[in-house]
């Protein structure tokens, strides 16, 4: 896999917290497809079948990268796949093929270009690790979900079994209990369960369900047991979840909470500037009328990662 690490000078120079870097990146088949990880694959799809709700309108994949996991999505009759990478986004086209339940989008996900309350469900997966500001960026997902709405987050958890075995034997600087988050490479952090808990709390979103996912991601376990044994033991050992967390993945299941405004219906873009909406649309542009800022639209890709420089 590419170097993944690379801070965009554009986030670092601003406000933004800094993005994490997957642009060109072959982590779909690096990592996936030729990585040895079938058993946290398909640990992950049952997850999400337990938790997905069984149809729904419009849904939001954060962090959808190269679409892995789209095709999980059954029973949504559309779906927005976000990304700041386009070229995951170009993978994920290749990978989904022509059809008009998907919408491409690059975009932050600390600034997304939604109206408010425009999704019933939405998923981060594998994402929230390489958030500096995970507050934020929940804020931000919930502004942008109706009431009611689902959400399902998978995070990254500090409070393993591994990370607590290693502290307990001096292997391992760092503590598992305490809530703060810990990057243990540069834009990669584990979560506490009970900070990323709160967090959701905090940011309008109610916990109903968890589940503990990938119990066995040991290499000489994945190596010595066959993956269907694996994933039938995860499956069982996945419903503890709602006791205790000390999985190195675990995957929630949150309602959004609290009055959001309905959005007028096939209202989806707002401008990322000045937050107006509707948006005007063109093949190859999207406009704002009231503060004038156009984006690109490139081979079926929505890129509003920075407004077009107009000419002076
Ligand atoms: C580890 S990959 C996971 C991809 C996919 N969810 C999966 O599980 O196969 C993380 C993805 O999040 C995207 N990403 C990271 N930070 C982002 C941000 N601030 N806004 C939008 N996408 C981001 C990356 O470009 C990358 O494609």
Redesign the pocket.
Known sequence: MKS?CKLLSSEVNNKR?P?????G?D??ST??DKGGREYEDQA?ELALRRLLPKSGQLLL?????????TPRYHGFERIVL????TT?LQQAQEHLGNSSRYVYV?????QLPFVQGAFDCA?????L???AEAPR?LHQIRGVMSSGGTFIL?YANKLNLKAILRYGTGRQSWSPFTWEPVEFVE?NFDFHPKAVRVWLGNNGFRVDRQLTVSHFRLGWVKRWLPTRLLVAMDSIAQLSGDLWQLTPSVFVRSTAVGDTPRPAPNELFRCTICGHSPLGESPDFITCSACGRQWAVQDGIYDFRQPIELPK
């Open positions: 993944k917290p993005i994490i870097d997957y642009e990146s982590y779909q990592f996936w992950e994949e954060l962090g959808a990268g190269a679409g892995r996991n976000l990304d700041y990478s995951q690059a975009a932050d996900v600390y998923t981060m997966i594998r994402t690790h390489h958030m960026a998978e834009l």
